[in-house]
Antibody
Framework: EVQLLESGGGLVQPGGSLRLSCATS????????MSWVRQAPGKGLEWVSA????????YYADSVRGRFTISRDNSKNTLYLQMNSLRAEDTAVYYC????????????????WGQGTLVTVSS | QSVLTQPPSASGTPGQRVTISCSGS????????VYWYQQLPGTAPKLLIY???QRPSGVPDRFSGSKSGTSASLAISGLRSEDEADYCC???????????FGGGTKLTVL
């Protein structure tokens, strides 16, 4: 059974940093691209970042490029999101999602999602 | 402001058929597959429809998807109380090289 479990969320001041983790099990982690998708309170989903199966290719939404860094440790079956220079508009539940393919492109999609971790950016 | 446009709400009575629309552009729905997710309050999105009209294992055939041009629709027939949830569409966007989503439609079963 595929399982994704996010952690690391919390309250942080504007300009601060936070590192999210997504521990996975039930599939060959290194064989699939992974993404982070967020949902601000009362709003729709927003794709944030993605990484290929090897970790060699990374992708970012314009809203977070230069501030967020996605990475993965295939030996630990874990996905990460380092978030720096946080802003109030980054407040959201952050989900990790498993892609159907090794590469991140239009042929894949998200069949499995974690339960999410809440990040609140406020002073 | 979401890239894909959905009505904020929809409703129906038990047994009815309801449809939820999703409008996009040539760079997303017009040239790529559409996906639908169901999200119960406080829970993660659940894949309902993939590649326009395919149902994952375990999803009842009451749920169906279709696409025409730059728009797509999710239809739910034989509406049940447990179908009350938020429904969100998604598609790959060639211009952004990433995924775009609709703002979600809250379905109420009256």
């Amino acid at each position: 059974e595929v399982q994704l479990l996010e952690s690391g969320g919390g309250l942080v001041q504007p300009g601060g940093s936070l590192r999210l983790s997504c521990a996975t099990s039930g599939f060959t982690f290194s064989s699939y691209a992974m993404s982070w998708v967020r949902q601000a309170p009362g709003k729709g989903l927003e794709w944030v970042s993605a990484i290929s199966g090897s970790g060699g290719s990374t992708y970012y939404a314009d809203s977070v490029r230069g501030r967020f860094t996605i990475s993965r440790d295939n030996s630990k079956n874990t996905l990460y999101l380092q978030m720096n220079s946080l802003r109030a508009e980054d407040t959201a539940v952050y989900y990790c999602a498993k892609d159907q393919l090794y590469f991140f492109d239009s042929s894949g999609y998200f069949a499995y999602w974690g339960q999410g971790t809440l990040v609140t950016v406020s002073s | 402001q979401s890239v894909l446009t959905q009505p904020p709400s929809a409703s129906g009575t038990p047994g009815q058929r309801v449809t939820i629309s999703c409008s996009g552009s040539s760079s997303n729905i017009g040239s790529n597959y559409v996906y639908w997710y169901q999200q119960l309050p406080g829970t993660a999105p659940k894949l309902l429809i993939y590649r326009n009209n395919q149902r994952p294992s375990g999803v009842p055939d009451r749920f169906s998807g279709s696409k025409s041009g730059t728009s797509a629709s999710l239809a739910i027939s034989g509406l049940r109380s447990e179908d009350e949830a938020d429904y969100c569409c998604a598609a790959w966007d060639d211009s952004l090289s990433g995924w775009v989503f609709g703002g979600g439609t809250k379905l109420t079963v009256l």
